[in-house]
């Protein structure tokens, strides 16, 4: 008996990656675009993971006046601080930071639906 190797199976972590260096916002330099359900027909629009020299309250006045919709930045302990705004915008947000110069087009991830 003692001339087997006993291998004990290993379990998959498939996020092992994603926490490996999660250093909360910005992680991996991406824009996280999100929508997220809230009651009936009404919707949020979330962006996280924008660099943090970049005046959110800027960005979010501009994002209100250019999509007509209201929205709030919200600081989060885990992910810093996100801008929400109201109604499905995460095609509107992604062309318009991309435009702006914020970002480039290839390091915005848009998630939901």
């Not at 660099?51 to 919709?69: A, M, Q, R, V």
């Not at 109201?86 to 991830?109: M, W």
């Amino acid at each position: 008996m003692s001339d087997l190797d006993v291998q004990l199976p290993t379990t998959f972590d498939p996020f092992a990656e994603a926490n490996a260096d999660d250093s909360g916002a910005g992680s991996k330099e991406y824009v996280h675009v999100r929508i997220q359900q809230r009651n009936g027909r009404k919707s949020l629009t979330t962006v996280q993971g924008l660099k943090k020299d970049f005046s959110y309250n800027k960005i979010l006045k501009d994002l209100k006046k250019e999509f007509c919709c209201n929205g709030t930045v919200v600081q989060d302990p885990e992910l810093g601080q996100v801008i929400q705004l109201q109604g499905d915008q995460r095609k509107n947000v992604s062309t318009f930071l991309v435009q702006a110069g914020i970002v480039k087009k290839e390091h915005i991830k848009i998630h939901g639906f």
